[in-house]
């Protein structure tokens, strides 16, 4: 009775342990990151050099817990987390590059320029027309130069939100570094291995948002991560993790790397935010390349124009415009701003007298050549189109990573449906195990009662 009572015994204690597993599967249903978990049940065989050789084994015992995890589901959800984040984030920075770009009326300043030059061609003798001209010519330095610091404070985000990606890495490959720790000492088949595996899991998930990343793990779940495209060292291996840096040279290039011991090597930007903060850049510096084009050609084409002038006076025109560090930093110059008859200085002739327009007409003529507009606008359409496109792209790669995440979580997740009969087995089982040890208590009792 003894072999029925410890046996009996057993069940109970490992369909306990089950119940409570199935119990956690079901408090954890809507847990982000949380894998179901299944107990392994296994006999415990009869020892040798028994009495009896026909005799029953030793019960039951609970052998581990079983992670429900899928490796390639896993790695699809972070390839395809990896590619949205670096299509929104990119998309993230053509939409600042739009707000810069429009956001201070540039193009519509420099066509009002252009306007009042054509008004004040048909009454060139007009003070009011030439203050008119003045106020748009000040109106459009003043739109070149808040764009060009629009411009100035997107450069300044990007460098933000790259530190802040570098410093989120260097946190995540820390705090891998001591999951992995954490799992070289916990007993493989624990239930405290598999909640590290869950936190494991959640952190490489995050890397992917970041970068694109390659993930490796060993017998006993510890981790090994590098970057895609990128040479030298892992990342983080073991208890060890790197440090993650960036940089931008002095062309304002950007790049992201990895520093491993003493060998640096830079990042393969390939996908994840740190991608779209590179295509970013990128592009930021493409448009203000042709933004500086543009500016410079602007006020070198009206300067010149004044200068092939004569004004109101019939002196020789002065340059209009002057620049400051940078191209886009546009200004009326102090010739027209220091005196009360300024707008006098407006070079519309070219030697006909007071009612000759010829050099407004030649300004409308280098409009018309240089197509100082047509190059606004194309910016402003040209990144409109790009801004569409990316969303596009986006919609169909959450699409992607949406069904990715569906097949993870049917393999890995916990169904209600499957939990409630588990549940119910072993309920029975564990009932059933606590009857053999009162039919083994009672059976005892019986022959301890026989007088």
Partial sequence: MS???????????????????????????????????TVNIAEVAGGSGSTNPYGAGNGVVMTGVNRSADVYASAALRTSTSDLARTTKGAEWLDRIQSALTGN????????????AQSLAAEPNSTALRTGMMSAAASAGIAFTATGKAFDQVDADI????????????????????????????QVGSTAAAQLMD??????????????????????????VSFAGSTGPAFVQGVNSGMISYDRDSNGKIAFSVTVGAVKNQIGATGGSIAGIVDGAERVAAIRQELDAVAKSFVGAVNDNQAAGLDQTGAQG???????????????????????????????????????????????????????????????????????????IADA???????????????????????AVDLMRFQQAYAASGRVIQVARETMQTILDIR
């Fill in 397 to 419: 790669q959450s699409a992607i990573r949406d069904g990715a995440a569906t097949a993870l979580s049917t393999a890995t997740g916990v169904n209600l449906d499957a939990e």
């Fill in 159 to 186: 460098d933000s939100a790259g530190n802040q990606a570098a410093q989120d890495l260097n946190s995540l490959g820390t705090s891998l570094s001591k999951v992995n720790e954490s799992i070289s000492r916990a």
């Fill in 3 to 37: 072999d029925l009572l410890s046996i009996g015994a057993s069940g109970v204690r490992a369909y306990q342990s089950a119940l409570s597993t199935v119990g956690e599967n079901i408090a954890n249903v809507n847990s982000p990151g949380y894998t179901r978990r």
């Fill in 199 to 224: 936190q494991r899991d959640n952190i490489l998930t995050q890397m992917s948002g970041i970068a694109d990343i390659t993930s490796r793990t060993d017998a006993i779940g510890r981790a090994t």
């Fill in 318 to 392: 002065v340059a209009m415009f002057t620049t400051g560090a940078k191209p886009t930093d546009v200004s009326i110059s102090a010739t027209f701003t220091g005196s009360q008859i300024a707008a006098g200085k407006i070079a519309a002739a070219q030697g006909g007298g007071v009612r000759d327009s010829s050099n407004l007409t030649a300004l409308e003529a280098t409009r018309v050549s240089k197509g100082f507009e047509t190059s606004l606008t194309a910016l402003v359409t040209g990144n409109a189109t790009a801004y569409k496109q990316k969303n596009t």
């Fill in 105 to 116: 009326a540039l193009t519509s300043r420099v066509t009002s320029f252009f306007a009042s």
